[in-house]
């Protein structure tokens, strides 16, 4: 029994030692994440209670304004419709990319590639589109030539990033600029897949579309999970691109919330700012909890 008693100490000690270095090893990033996240949101959440200057409390009545703020109706729109058309979007021209590369022996080499977007500066991106697409740009130069080579049309001088076809141009520099990583972190599933799989598949009369649908792709859940995530979550981080191309006050297609936020920042408005970024966190946060709900309940 003593013998017993010993060994379970031992096993006790080690688990407990173990658990120490854990949360040792965690402290850093839990530290970091309270200071600088938690701490902040709270402070935010206190606000959006209360009056920008003197901070008297006023209950809900900041919820109640920016709810009737056609503004924020309308950034709300332009951004979830944003999201709803970029999102799928980019997740299939990725799959679409990676999978032919993935039969490449040179793929590391070729995927390193499409993350060059990613290491453009913002600034650069938006004088390429600026220079593509304003009114004697690029793109009208070339449609303006071949108007003329076929007779069909004369000059053309659409202003593209002041009318409905912003909100397109911003959906190409989102493509653009995110399919890179999406195609690295599709490339990582694929080439995860045991190969015996696939030659099995095949023995058996599989053709590619048969192997793509019912060997690929159910291989791929966790990929698609994680893209989706970084998608969505990078569909809120477009206001950069937005902002540098039109302005503060651009399109009413491109207004999205970081516009609305921006606007209220300058104005000084920070009660309405704070309870608007509860509401868009609180949003976020509930989209992604629907999104491992529905995950897990696939995985069972």
Not at 20 to 27: C, D, I, V
Not at 110 to 125: D, E, H, N, Q, R
Not at 266 to 292: P, R, S, Y
Request: aromatic share 16%; charged share 15%.
């Amino acid at each position: 029994i003593m013998v017993g008693d010993g060994m379970f100490f031992l096993k006790n000690k080690k688990r407990n030692k173990e658990n120490r270095a854990f949360f040792l090893f965690l402290a850093p990033s839990l530290l970091g994440v309270v200071i600088f996240v938690v701490l902040p949101f709270l402070d935010v959440f206190k606000r959006s209670f209360t009056t920008a200057v003197t901070g008297q409390f006023r209950g809900i009545e900041n919820y109640k304004i920016i709810f009737t703020n056609q503004a924020f109706h309308l950034a709300v729109k332009n951004t979830l419709y944003f999201t709803a058309v970029c999102i799928p979007l980019l997740v299939i021209t990725g799959f679409l990319i990676a999978l032919p590369l993935s039969r490449l022996k040179s793929a590391g080499t070729i995927k390193s590639l499409y993350l060059f977007p990613l290491a453009m500066p913002v600034a650069t991106i938006v004088m390429v589109w600026k220079m593509l697409f304003y009114k004697q740009g690029i793109f009208n130069l070339a449609l303006t030539s071949l108007g003329e080579w076929t007779g069909l049309w004369g000059e053309i001088h659409t202003d593209y990033l002041g009318t409905g076809a912003a909100f397109w141009v911003l959906v190409c520099s989102y493509i653009w600029k995110n399919t890179g990583y999406t195609i690295v972190l599709w490339l990582a599933g694929i080439l995860g897949i045991p190969t015996e799989i696939l030659d099995a598949a095949r023995v058996d009369g599989a053709g590619n579309f048969q192997r793509v649908w019912y060997v690929v792709l159910p291989n791929l859940k966790g990929s698609l999970y994680t893209i989706v995530i970084l998608s969505f979550l990078n569909s809120f981080k477009i206001y950069r691109e937005a902002y540098l191309v039109a302005g503060s006050y651009p399109h009413q297609s491109i207004y999205l919330l970081q516009h609305l936020f921006n606007n209220w920042f300058v104005n000084l408005e920070f009660d309405k700012m704070a309870a608007a970024a509860i509401c868009t966190g609180g949003f976020l946060f509930v989209v992604i909890i629907l999104l491992q709900r529905v995950w897990d309940k696939n995985e069972v």
